[in-house]
Each structure stands twice: as structure tokens, then as C-alpha cells.
């Protein structure tokens, strides 16, 4: 698709826009997205709104069309920060890091839109994150192992042993790190 | 007092024009994003929450093991500055200009020499940022990892094995960072090579801004070269293809700028001496021609053509001739046209010290 404006370059942003209740798209190129950007803000424009307003117009794609055009207090709620589906849409922000596995089968294509990826390959927080994490995990199913074979629990016991199994797998294959 | 000392003077670190490739790239900056876990994003806090956020970074800070690796660092409330202070470490690019709005929940976290800063409360918790001259991202980056290393120490962050730092816009989730090159290309501009140039920039995914943002793209020739993937790829993958790409571009300044001197050497000349000319004599100089004349002379000293002016002192004009730095300096608001008048006359002094 070649940009609605001036015809010349390929179509890489595109815009919804919801005015009246009407949605109307507009397709353009870089460039001229952002002279028009720049002709609504001004000097004192900030980059970061462009792309909030732009990703509000995805995310309002992907979390169930244009349902939510007048109230932003809709939709499904983040169990942990209450924030509603429909406040996310409008302000292009997720509202805490629980949003991420609540809202978590809307955001995935969102992510690969954005990114062409949904998996962290990046750096991992020494404390907070990553294979010390599951380390810890591990040894805190190896005592309740213990614990339920000494009460000779051997179903609770086996539960156990496989889940230990499994992330002791993932381990080794380079999980968490 | 750093901050006293961050606003009265218009120089920083990065201004100095020493590191590599420094005739063409200006300066590199990379920036994460870090939130606590537990805590909604800034922008679901109130006044209180915001400034328990605040609190839980000044006790991270403060930590004797984070100042022994990190440097002397002090952390100060954006409602403790007063406007003109606070848009001067915007113009310093040292925090950015969403920071100023409510600025009453949000603060600021500087090392003496600048090169680190950390925004507390912008669009998430923590944005620590370096900033060093020329050519350096994995520089800019073994600092950062430093700096994020010591606080998590003491910070529980929001991460997940899957997404990895988790942030408010989901554009920044992964790895939350954000690298960039603020690069000086005229030549490619005079021989009318930069769309075709910025143009394939976008194509290998990699954005394209000018000095403070879009809109302001044309100013003194300079651009920021920055990735838009933050997920999927790891923070050296993500250095690595901006150094390739960036140092790609630097090439092709570099072959325009000998091009153009071989050939029309004169026209050269002649633009290089009349910005310098202007710039020593010129009564009236708005912002944006004054920038326009610096980012000329600067491709005369880039390339040798000027001797006695240091590109390190047009760095730090470029901050010094922003209306904040003025009003700053002549002590009162002013009207745009004695603004004009007003910085003619201070690049004007400026300029008589050289020899």
C-alpha cells in the first residue's frame, strides 16, 4: 500500500481515528506522519505522545475494536492495579507489571507487531529475575519433597519430584537466563 | 551541590567532542527502563505512591556500595526547581521533557560529572540514562549495567523470564533500552544524499529524530540515530547493529564531506567563513539560525578548514543560547526579540575571546 498523502513512498504507519463515533484509517509513510505530527504540535512537541496515540490506535485493535470510545472505564480489569481494558486502550499504558500475564493473550500479537518477537533474550536481574529465580524454586520443592516423603505422602511426593524435573530441564536447555 | 553546579553551568561531559568518531558522532546515549514490582506505573500514582517511589530510590542511592561503584551521585525533586532550572537539564538532555509535566510526583538522580542520570517517575519508575561523547554505546552500556546492577541490589524490579523488564508502554518491555548516536551530517545534506540515507535507516529497524525530538529534525544538521525493537534482542545485539549502521553513515558523511572538499572546495570555504563571520559580528541571531550557523562552522572545524575554535564550545552554545539559558543568565523573562539581541551579544563575547 503506497501513503495516502504523497503517493511516493510505501504506507508504514496507519492511523485509526475515532471522531463522532466514525472511525476513519488513513495510511501514510514515515515521513509524512510525522510532518503531520509535527504541523499539530509544534516546536515543543513530545515524541513519546505520538507513539502513545499510535499504539493506543493498536492496542484499541487488539483488545476488541472500538467498543470503548466513550467510557475508558470498560472492559476486563488488571486483578492487581484494577486498571480497565478500556483505560489502556485510551492512553496506550499498561498499568502495572501483572497487566503483562492478565492482559497476556492480547498483548502477545501486539508485541510481535511492535518488536517481531515475544520472548526476552536480553539481560536478566541478578536478584530479582532469571535462573536464580528458579534455583531458588527448585529448592524450595526439594524440602516440601522431603516433607511429604517423610509423611510418606508418595502422591504429593511424585507431583513434586516431576515439577523439580521439569524446571531442572529447562535449566540445562538455558531457561530463565 | 552537583544540581547547583548542573544548572549554572551550561557544560557537560558529553559536549566535549573527545570520544571516537568524534568529527561526526557527537555523542552516544543509551537509556533503560526499570519499574518496582508491586507498584502501578507512575502514571496510575498518586501524589503519596509517587512519593514512595521516590523514597525507595533515594534509600537505593544512598547505599554506601552503590556510590563506591557508581560515583558521587545526589538525587533532587523537579518541585525544588524552579521552571528555567528545570527546562535547562531538559536543554543539558539530561532528563527528558516528559518529566516537567507533574512534576510535583517526580525527581531527578545526577552524577557530578552528568554522565549518569535517573529519571524517577517519567513513564516508568526508573529511566537511567548515560551519555558520553562520540562513538561509545557499549561504553555508555558497561556504565548502565553498573548503575542498574547496584541498585537492583536493593530494588525489587518487575520482571518476567518470558517479557523481561516489564514497562508501561509495551513499545520498551524486554530489555528497556533505548540506544542512540546523535550524529552531525551536513555534507550528506548539501550533496542531497540524507533521504536516501535516513530512508534505509528505517528499513533496518533502527528511528530516526531530530535534536529534541521529531519536528525539530533540520536543527544544526544533527540527527539521533536510535533502535525501536526492545524485545527479542539482547542489549549487545541491540548496540551492535547501531554501531554497524551508524558506523555505515559516518562513512558516507565522511567520503561527502571529501567529495565536496575536492570539488568545490571554495563553496565550502565560503560557507564555513561566512557562519564564523556572522556569528563573531551579527547583532540580531535567532535560536534556529543560530544552529544552523554553528552546525556550518562545526563541518569547518570537522574538517580542518578552522583553526582556535573548539567544537567542544558550540556543544555547549547550543544549550547556553536556549531561551532558559538566557533568561537565566540576563536574570528576567524576555520578549523574543531582545532574546535575539540578547544571545548575538553573548556569542559575540564568546567569540572575541578566540584567537
Known sequence: MMCKRCGQRPATMHMTEISNGKKSETHLCEACAREIQAQGFGFSFSPQLQLHDFLAGLLNHELGGNKHDHDELTGKRCEKCGVFEGQIVKHGLLGCGDCYPYFEDRLLPLLRRIHGRTRHTGKVPERTGGRARLIKEVNNLKSVLKEAVSREDFEQAAQVRDQIRQIEKSLEDGGGA | ?355
Open chain 2, 1 to 355: 551541590m552537583p544540581l547547583k553546579k548542573t544548572i549554572n553551568d551550561s557544560h557537560s561531559r558529553w559536549m566535549d567532542a573527545d570520544g571516537p568518531a568524534a568529527d561526526i558522532a557527537i555523542s552516544s546515549r543509551i537509556r533503560v527502563a526499570r519499574n518496582l514490582a508491586g507498584i502501578p506505573f507512575p502514571h496510575l500514582l498518586d501524589q503519596k505512591k509517587a512519593e514512595d517511589v521516590i523514597h525507595a530510590v533515594r534509600l537505593a542511592v544512598i547505599d554506601k556500595d552503590v556510590s563506591s561503584k557508581v560515583g558521587n551521585i545526589e538525587l533532587s525533586l523537579l518541585s525544588e526547581m524552579s521552571p528555567v532550572e528545570r527546562q535547562i537539564l531538559v536543554d543539558k538532555h539530561l532528563i527528558s521533557p516528559e518529566l516537567l509535566s507533574n512534576f510535583e510526583r517526580k525527581a531527578v538522580v545526577l552524577r557530578d560529572d552528568e554522565v549518569i542520570s535517573i529519571m524517577i517517575n517519567e513513564e516508568d519508575h526508573l529511566r537511567i540514562q548515560c551519555l558520553i561523547p562520540g562513538l561509545q554505546l557499549q561504553e555508555a552500556w558497561d556504565l548502565i549495567n553498573q548503575v542498574d546492577d547496584s541498585l537492583e541490589r536493593t530494588l525489587d524490579y518487575a520482571f518476567s523470564e518470558k517479557l523481561g523488564y516489564l514497562t508501561a508502554c509495551p513499545t520498551n518491555v524486554g530489555t528497556g533500552m533505548r540506544a542512540s548516536v546523535m550524529l552531525h551530517l551536513p555534507a550528506l545534506k548539501l550533496i542531497k544524499q540524507l533521504g536516501g540515507v535516513l530512508n534505509a535507516i528505517s528499513k533496518v529497524g533502527l528511528t530516526v529524530r531530530g535534536l529534541f525530538g521529531e519536528g525539530t529534525e533540520a536543527l544544526g544538521d544533527l540527527f539521533q540515530i536510535s533502535n525501536q525493537v526492545t524485545l527479542g534482542q539482547s542489549e549487545e545485539e541491540i548496540i551492535n547493529n547501531i554501531v554497524a549502521v551508524v558506523s555505515q553513515i559516518i562513512t558516507q558523511e565522511q567520503a561527502a564531506r571529501n567529495a565536496l572538499y575536492k570539488n568545490r572546495r571554495e563553496v565550502i570555504e565560503d560557507l564555513v567563513y561566512r557562519a564564523y563571520g556572522t556569528l563573531k559580528y551579527a547583532h540580531i541571531l535567532s535560536y534556529e539560525e543560530a544552529m544552523r550557523l554553528f552546525s556550518e562552522l562545526r563541518l569547518g572545524i570537522e574538517m580542518g578548514l578552522v583553526s582556535g575554535v573548539h567544537a567542544r564550545l558550540l556543544n555547549e552554545l547550543t544549550v547556553r543560547i536556549r531561551p532558559a539559558f538566557l533568561t537565566k543568565l540576563s536574570g528576567n523573562e524576555m520578549l523574543a526579540h531582545n532574546r535575539d539581541v540578547f544571545r548575538a551579544e553573548l556569542i559575540r563575547k564568546e567569540f572575541s575571546k578566540l584567537q
